[in-house]
DNA sequence: GTCTATACAGGGATAGAC
DNA sequence: GTCTATCCCTGTATAGAC
């Protein structure tokens, strides 16, 4: 949004340095948290001065909350865009799930600066934007389910929340454990996100149970 | 462990002053994290003069690792004793969800503390501990369903450790979204976690496709 | 808008009396 | 073992020149 004004900026490169400021404080905050993180090393990684900082933004937490904010509008946004699937309900769940995966592991820094404000508890920052984010996501994901079970696409006796909750807990427990799992040589889809993804919607759909089953008995 | 040696403390209090050291520390770490914390604030909460924290360990980050490490310790003894059930595939499953589910919220700061060191990225803090306690953790419960997994109690062509991923995944979700979705007032789950575990062994064994179910076709 | 210089508070850590 | 007093550094934030 507002990009218009871009036409102009031929001749200097006024704007540039605040850019760069937040630029550098995502990443250093995405990083290794808000308090971790010191004004030095912003300034330094943005290459301006410490003073050039409070010039553009009223305090490190004003900083801190800019940048927590467009991260988490920015996230909704691209969540939002992975709504619209066509085909059989097996295959746009895992679709959606594959896509929101591959959203986070490649925005992993920002993932994390959202992932950990939500842990933060009761602090004075931008926790609100991460469950704002968090909650839209998670309604929008609940409301397609819903309307695919009227649809008679899911079992009518299913919460559409308890799968909700399963599809993004799935997809949190990817990110967070990638590493852990790496160590474990007999977990398949350790490396493969893609595989996780089957792999999850083949369990949601059909559940782990060993029984006859009776593939596609009368579809749609 | 090492309990034999607390017979003789009657006279003094000795030994004391560390413990509360320690109290607070794993209070105040795990609500606001490491660098939020200062050793003022823990020796006030302890009772205790900031130079005395340093008679009982070597550094803040000393403090922290001894913290951090029985906080792990702990957890992973807890959750040990869970693995030990009886009866029918499903009921231990449910059980199994459930009983790590009301640990994590029963010892929630703990629980909060182990998930923020395991989103902490390379720092030089404890999160080879957290990383301890979540792979094993996940290796147990990956050999327990691998186990009936042979007994014909799984689908065959069902991968134990994503259903691992997803019976963690979603109490971790569960516990850092509990005050999210206690907002959305048609989540029915929201302050029940039981019911959240009957649910979660519900759709992991069943699935959520619609199907003519055909219950107990020819139990073990 | 950007800098240098500086103010001032609070951090972790130590010395030494008791 | 516990304290008071202190050191030194780094943190955020401001003043004022350019």
Redesign the pocket.
Known sequence: MASITAATETTH??????ARIRAAAEALFAKHGF?A???????ERA?????????????????YLTVVRTACENSAERLQGLSGESGAFAQRLETYAHGMLADMLGHGEVSRLILRELLSNGEQRGQEFAEKVFGENFARLVATLRHAQTRGELRSDADPAMIAALLIGANVFFFEARAVLRHFPDVAFARDPKLYSRMLADILLRGVLEKPTTKNPADK
Do not use: E, P
């Open positions: 490169t006024s704007g540039d340095a605040a308090d993180v010191s004004l030095n090393a912003i300034a290459g301006v001065s410490k003073a050039n900082i409070f010039h553009h933004f009223k305090s490190k937490h004003d900083l």
